[in-house]
Structures are given as C-alpha cells and as structure tokens.
C-alpha cells in the first residue's frame, strides 16, 4: 500500500519535503554537521561541487574529493532535527517516491558526524577528537521507535543504577556505532568512549543559568560511571538519535566529535574554529583512503 501523502510529505518539484533533495542529488556517503555554515567548510575541500540546495538550516552540497562522491548536510542542532533528516535520507534511497512504496531491496548509507562537543573527563582535552563507541540517548526520541533490537540493556541499568536516574525522565538507552567505520576513522590520537546525546543545552546538560535543574549532580555522576571499562566522554546533542535510527534503518553511522570545551576542567578552546577545520581534514582524509 503506498505511503500516505500526509506521511510522506513531497514538494512540488518531488523532493522531499524538509531536506529539498531529490533522490539523485546525494551520494552514498553522507557527512553530518549541526551548523549550516559548516557545510561551506566541509565542500571547499571538494574537487567539485555538483550540487547546493538550501531549505531552512538543512543545507546541502554534493561533490566530489579525491574521487569520492560524496554529500555534507547540516543537520541543525538537536535529536528532533535528527529524526527529520534521517527519515528523509532514507526515504531517497529505500522508497520509490513515484510509487510512494518501499523498495524490496535496501541502500544502506554511510553516515559520519562531523560535530563539536564538550568533554566530561579531564584527560580528555580541548582541542582533542572524539570518536563515539557507543551513543547514550538521554532525551527519549528513540522511545518513540521499536527499538528493542537495537538496546544495551545492561549497560543501560548500570548507568540508571550508578547515576540514581529519575524515573521522571526518559529511560536510558544505549546504542553502539559501526564498528566498520570505527575502524576506518579510528586512529592513534582520537579517544574513545560513549557520547551522551541530550535534548538541550541548558538544563538538560546541567547548565544553570536562573533555572535549577532536577539533579545539579548529574553530570559528576556521568563523569564517575564506568561499565566494563566504558565511561561517558562527551555530552552533546545528536549522536544517540544518529546511531538508533541508522541502526534501525540498516544504515552505518559513525560520530567525530571535535572537543571546544571541557565540562571538567571548566576550559574552552582558544582556537575551536581550527579544530573544527583538523577534523574536517581528517575525516575527508579517512574517507578517501
């Protein structure tokens, strides 16, 4: 039965309704940044570029480097942005727009996070590279899937029993990587650990500006859990809804988070537009190795 067109929502030209693309606009793999200015950042490296739409902040460009086909899209901040662009993604490749029915045989994307975050442990500094094992999602949009497949259940009751987890919140869950793009992107200066993903900037990541938050101790929990030698590292705001939803899609996602400020240590990056350009460069370089 095909897909409802209050379901599957197209624009006039048969693009997709959010994203402004069209099936044949982006590659197989595809370059994740929060920040729509960023994508200039990432396509300037690019031999040429093929293609650039723009709709609300989801900009887009496609071309190639050193003979890889390949797209950058900013996603926006957030796991609800997430939810968007991933959706639409995967209606491109695994949906027959014409039709409005899924195809019988799937496209699996490579996905790769390009983002910034901040640290959570003080030997993880500024300035330092990120690579996410494991996304922990903290803001419950996952919930909302079948995501019984796709869960770590005793990592997720370690860190609801270690942390004192409120009930009041969304249930921890826990969700790991490719672990074949960990090995493309791994290298011998990037950490490794598991991203906490949260659903905002302020109290959900335990700033306090004039509102208390629920616990004030959260994040020192996060910075003390350990499991099997799996801590917390990061804390930002889209990883976890980039693993679950790749996972349950048949994508592969792997998240580089480049550290402009440590939540531990109180210090920020005195150069964090460069460290956003290293990081660019060396996943462009993974990429076309």
């Known amino acids: 039965m095909p897909i409802k067109e209050s379901e599957l ?3 006039p030209n048969g693009s ?9 606009n982006i590659a197989d793999t595809i370059i994740f940044v929060g920040d729509q200015d960023r994508v200039d950042k990432v396509s300037k490296h690019f031999d040429t570029i093929e293609f650039k739409t723009q709709k609300r902040e989801f900009k887009t460009h496609t071309g190639h480097y050193k003979g890889k086909r390949l797209t950058v899209i900013s996603t926006g901040i957030g796991p609800d942005n997430i939810d968007i662009v991933l959706n ?49 999602d903290l803001n419950g949009m996952l919930h909302f899937y079948q995501i019984d497949t796709i869960k770590n259940p005793e990592i997720e009751q370690a860190f609801v029993k270690q942390t004192e987890w409120s009930t ?21 200066n990037i950490f490794k650990g598991m991203t906490a993903t949260a659903g905002g900037f302020y109290g959900p990541q335990g700033r ?5 938050v629920q616990d004030s101790s959260l994040n020192e929990k996060m910075d003390a ?14 990883t976890s809804a980039i693993y679950g939803l790749c996972k349950l899609l048949g994508h592969h996602a792997v998240s580089l988070n480049a550290i402009i400020a440590n939540r531990a240590t109180g210090n920020f990056s005195l150069k964090p537009g460069q460290t956003v350009e290293n990081l660019i460069k060396y996943t462009l370089n993974k990429i076309s190795e």
Do not use: W
């Open 9 to 11: 929502i197209l624009n």
């Open 16 to 24: 997709v309704y959010h994203l402004n693309l069209k099936p044949e």
């Open 88 to 136: 639409e993604l995967d209606a491109l490749v695994n949906i027959d727009l014409s039709t409005r029915k899924p195809k019988e045989t799937t496209t699996a994307l490579n996905i790769v996070r390009v983002g910034t975050s901040g640290s959570l442990q003080s030997d993880v500094p500024v300035d330092s590279f990120v690579l996410s094992e494991y996304g922990l």
């Open 168 to 188: 009041n919140k969304a249930y921890p869950i826990i969700v790991k990587n490719s672990f074949e793009l960990q090995q493309k992107f791994d290298g011998p």
């Open 208 to 212: 306090v500006l004039r509102l208390p």
């Open 225 to 238: 859990f350990v499991f099997n030698g799996i801590r917390v590292t990061n804390l930002e705001m889209e």
